[in-house]
């Protein structure tokens, strides 16, 4: 069995920074309220619960790539993946 030393050892190494998730928030809120949305006509929209929509917006939910091509789409924007 091959074990890996602690120092290689990042439980949370596929996280984003927190403050990245905030952000992305943040933008997602701002995109929404330029174009005087909802985030029921959001989530509507985009095939995703309210709530969702919400946890994004504050911050605490990490959204998949999926969900973000969704959103996008609801603002008439592309998303774009780029692996770190």
Known sequence: MQVLSSRFYRPNAMK???RAV???GHTI???RLEREMTQQ???DASGLDIRYIG???RGP???TFGA???IASVFGITCRHSPT
């Open 41 to 43: 006509e959001v989530a």
């Open 22 to 24: 905030r952000d992305l």
């Open 16 to 18: 984003p920074p927190v």
């Open 29 to 31: 809120k701002r995109l």
């Open 55 to 57: 946890s994004i917006e």
């Open 61 to 63: 939910r990490n959204p």
């Open 68 to 70: 973000l091509q969704g």
